[in-house]
């Protein structure tokens, strides 16, 4: 994974920024990072529910 300003590009995939105060908290170790990803979609899941059951 290549960073340029800010920009993350996979090879092909999708290219887009992120501000550089998200990017100081990310953490670099991919373990972490996988980690972080499954915290925010546990997250995201659990408000979903909530929203359907308040909703």
Known sequence: MTQSNGNYNS???MDFHLPDEILSVIPTD??????LARKI?????????YRKRTG
């Open 30 to 35: 991919p373990y972490e990072q996988l980690n």
């Open 11 to 13: 090879g092909g995939g």
């Open 41 to 49: 979609t546990s997250m995201a899941i659990v408000g979903r529910r």
